[in-house]
């Protein structure tokens, strides 16, 4: 129930919310901002004595419409933007859990997942993530976006076969066992890394393994994919022996429900986030991001991974 002021009962929809912008965005702060706007305009609804019916369909209204206008402006910038594009990684501890927000996330979205959707147009991110990451259901997804059920079922369909022609799939969060497995994996992964056992890194590689590096022109970071597991190997070896000698630490963490790492310098100040995909066993993918600009969520942005200003 709403109380006199605003909204009481609906806060519990937040942290879905969250889930719905952040996958529209791919942005932490964008995706608080957007949340932070829903729920003001119903508060504002409220106050204005308006009969809302169903507060988790307006907020969820609200929030899709809301990214869909910010990715008709994201796209002009993401054309432009330098090396690959990886969205800001939402981190959880691995020692506690994080925010009501971040907790709910980590089981629907991965980096993979995020950049897998930038390949649809606004609309169709949104139909496509709300029936495949989110299960919402056609009437819902419509009265979402605007549009007729049957135009939502023909607009995810394409979607899909769009998805499909990228030759991957929507992967979904690995259920606790596999997570387990994937978190012993990672600290294997990890310690061979620091160690410099290469034999070892090898081992825990698949032959298809790349490795992504988000830098945005502003810090160290591998312009295009680097392929092959002894070249990814070396790639990592040599990048925290460097960040070592620096005097950096990795820290476990859950990266976007993923096992990973953030690493920090000698001031535990931020120095990039590290995910591992992992499937059967062996590490399919890699992706770093160390652009301060998608750090400064995480606290204090470190200067070791920064390019100089020119």
């Not at 709403?2 to 009481?8: A, D, E, K, L, N």
């Not at 020692?95 to 979205?109: Q, T, V």
């Not at 419509?142 to 076969?161: H, L, V």
């Not at 022996?241 to 620096?246: D, G, Q, T, V, Y």
């Amino acid at each position: 129930m709403p109380s006199s002021t605003g909204v009481t009962d609906e806060a519990g929809y937040r942290p879905l919310m969250f889930s719905i912008a952040y996958g529209m965005t791919g942005s932490v702060g964008d995706a608080e901002d957007i949340v932070q706007d829903a729920f003001l305009g119903l508060t504002r609804a409220y106050q204005a004595g308006t009969a809302i019916a169903a507060p988790k369909a307006y907020l969820t209204t609200a929030v899709t419409r809301l990214g869909i206008n910010y990715l008709s402006s994201a796209r002009v910038r993401r054309e432009t933007y330098v090396g690959n594009w990886l969205p800001e990684p939402v981190v959880v501890s691995t020692d506690r859990p994080g925010p009501a927000e971040h907790a709910e996330l980590a089981d629907s979205l991965s980096m993979a997942f995020l950049v897998l959707l930038e390949a649809l147009s606004p609309v169709e991110r949104a139909v496509f993530m709300l029936r495949e990451a989110f299960g919402y259901g056609y009437p819902d997804v419509a009265r979402a976006i605007g549009k007729s059920e049957a135009n939502c079922r023909q607009i995810f369909a394409r979607a899909r076969k769009r998805i499909a022609a990228a030759g991957q799939d929507a992967d979904s969060a690995p259920p606790p066992a596999r997570r387990a497995e994937g978190e012993e994996l990672a600290r294997r992964f990890f310690e061979a890394a620091e160690g410099g056992d290469m034999d070892a890194l090898l081992g825990m590689l698949a032959p298809e393994v790349v490795f992504h590096g988000d830098g945005g022109g502003k810090a160290r970071a591998t312009r295009n994919p680097v392929a092959e597991p002894q070249r990814v190997g070396q790639l990592f070896v040599g990048g925290i022996r460097r960040l070592r000698k620096l005097g950096a630490d990795l820290r476990p963490a859950w990266v976007n429900g993923r096992p990973g790492v953030v690493t920090y310098d000698a001031e535990g100040r931020v120095v990039n986030v590290v995910e591992l995909d992992i499937a059967d066993g062996m590490i399919q993918a890699i992706r770093s991001v160390s652009n301060p600009d998608k750090l400064g969520h995480l606290g204090s942005v470190s200067d070791l991974a920064r390019l100089p200003v020119k």
